[in-house]
């Protein structure tokens, strides 16, 4: 037989069988979402602080501290309240909070603590305390810089009390 009749042969065996498998395979195939519910995430959010008036403490009765006049010398306490506003949001959402450590940012013989916070005006301890979901909730920390009495050093610097951060971090329940 001649190449051109076997490849003609071949072709219209192949145009049969596809013929003939043309009407005997349906695929069908249809789709619907799962849901119609979206889904969505919560959040974690901390406002910037706003600072209050400055005391010093480390006097008796208590006065006023202006920190662009007033300077800090060995002995010296002074504090000041700083307002955040916290906003969680999240079905199992726990917080923990928690402050930068400001320690390399400052003289040497100087010290920022955390020495009183509340949240909505309930006392509030970072190391056993959580923050629990809910809008605008307040957060009061009291901030106190510490100048030590037996310092010899640290004349003339600056305390940047701004690398002091509150800082909220989700913990799993």
């Known amino acids: 037989m001649r190449t051109r009749t076997k490849a003609g ?6 145009t049969v069988l596809l013929m003939g498998g043309f009407g005997s395979t349906a695929l069908w195939m249809d789709a619907a979402p799962s849901s119609e519910v979206s ?5 974690l959010r901390i ?17 006023p501290f202006d920190p662009e006049n007033d300077y800090l010398v060995p002995g010296d306490r002074v504090r000041s309240t700083t307002e955040f506003t916290i906003d969680a949001e999240g079905q199992n959402l726990r917080a923990e909070l928690s402050f930068s450590d ?12 955390a020495v009183d916070i509340t949240l909505d005006g309930e006392q509030f301890d970072p190391e ?3 923050i629990q979901p809910g ?11 510490a100048f030590d009495i037996d310092a010899e050093g ?3 610097q600056s305390v940047n009390v701004d690398s002091v951060k509150a800082i909220v971090s989700q913990a799993r329940p």
Not at 39 to 43: D, F, I, L, M, R
Not at 102 to 113: E, F, G, R, Y
Not at 135 to 145: G, K, R
């Open 39 to 43: 889904v969505s995430t919560g959040h």
């Open 128 to 130: 056993t305390d959580q």
């Open 135 to 145: 809008d605008d909730q307040e957060l009061e920390v009291t901030f106190e810089i």
């Open 102 to 113: 400001a320690a390399a940012d400052l003289p040497d013989d100087v010290t920022v603590t």
């Open 9 to 14: 042969i071949a072709a219209g065996a192949a």
């Open 154 to 156: 640290s004349q003339n």
């Open 47 to 63: 406002s910037d602080g706003t600072p209050g008036e400055w005391t010093d403490v480390s006097v008796t009765p208590n006065a």
